[in-house]
């Protein structure tokens, strides 16, 4: 009597997290590489950073009393008793290092990274508990220049990716620690007059984080948010002077801004410049990338004072704007018998077209016709067939059906590249490749000449 498999259910997937797969996969990989490639035209250094760090590293860098850190961090302790935090942003763990590893030497020092974090907030569209970020930052650097270079590789990385179209840079300046301050108590003397009638949330923020007010979204704040101090009247000449060199760098480098005099930064670190590319293709959360300035971050942490700009962008999010280019099609090698030398010239040759980077596949198994169809849902711009040939003399037959558009740019290299390949492996002269491969055709295949 034969046993019964028990009944065991299958664990789900986690909410908020997303196993990601063919379109949105391929999409997703076309924001990272093009990242990648952007950075290395800025000579921004690639960094790994952990994935976890001391729950105090974020604690102190995003405010004990953020919704980040009230309600939104993964913290657990180890078997020793530690107190650690699955990373929630990069940028703390990024300065923990540059104190800790001695990465002063290198200052101006820039680094780029991307990959996953981690926050317990309501999933939405884009939004998830476990999501990925690229992020880019330059720590040591003071002048302005450092900023507008920021912001000229977001602007490319976006042109990139092609979805500058319907986005907009907002930019904003929180002024230098005594502009900042000066605002700040005038924000507080501002809003006490209207407590009352604050929403919860603002009254709990007016002494600790004012500058959270103006960025609410709650209808009983906004009342009092269009007529509360603005930080252009608080300005020092030395922060007018940084902000208009900011302005005038993007002017100069073609990267449309406009002001946001609402977009603020809570945190006491941040200093000069905010900034926030936002689409009206997302809803309500439209920002696509964000940063600023955080020259007080390295203190908080207990190092050396030192100026430091950044930004971070999320990759589900810019994936689901982008187009990505159609996946490489190149060739598919179809055997049309199971004779042991065909098999191995299409072996042969399959190693051959991937060291030449032409992306393709072999169809050895299954019906021939089944192989034939297979290899046809790979939608290749090239099929090659081996086979048996009517010629005792032969090993085989090979046979080009090119499926190509004509107007591909691509055209004529893949064809002389696919030529140059089939001649150096089988011999033959170069101008009968030329009919088979441009043409499509058949040729008998003879062993090589020594």
Known sequence: MSQQTPNIPTPQAI??????FGADAEAFAFVVETFERVRKLYRFRRVEMPVFEKTAVFSRSLGETTDVVSKEMYSFEDRGGESLTLRPEFTAGIARAFITDGWQQYAPLKVATHGPLFRYERPQKGRYRQFHQLDAEVIGAAEPQADVEL???ADQLLKELGIADGVTLQLNTLGDGASRDAWRAALIEYFRAHASELSEDSQDRLERNPLRILDSKDPRDKVFTANAPKIDDYLSAEAQDFFGKVTSGLDAAGVSWTRAAALVRGLDYYRHTAFEFVTDRLGAQGTVLGGGRYDGLMEALGGAATPAVGWAAGIERLA?????PPPLKVA??????DEARHLNLGSLMLRAMRRKDMPSAIF??????????????????????LGRSDDENAVGSLTVKRFIHPRDRRKGRLNMSLRLLLKNLFGVDSAVWKEVVDNGGTLKLFPKSK
């Open 320 to 324: 689901m704007l982008v187009t990505a």
């Open 364 to 385: 050895d198994t299954g019906a021939v016709r089944k192989r034939y169809d297979r290899a046809m849902k790979m939608h290749p711009d090239y099929i090659v067939i």
């Open 332 to 337: 598919a090698i179809v055997i049309e018998s």
């Open 151 to 153: 912001l000229v590789m």
């Open 15 to 20: 909410r908020g997290t997303q196993d990601i």
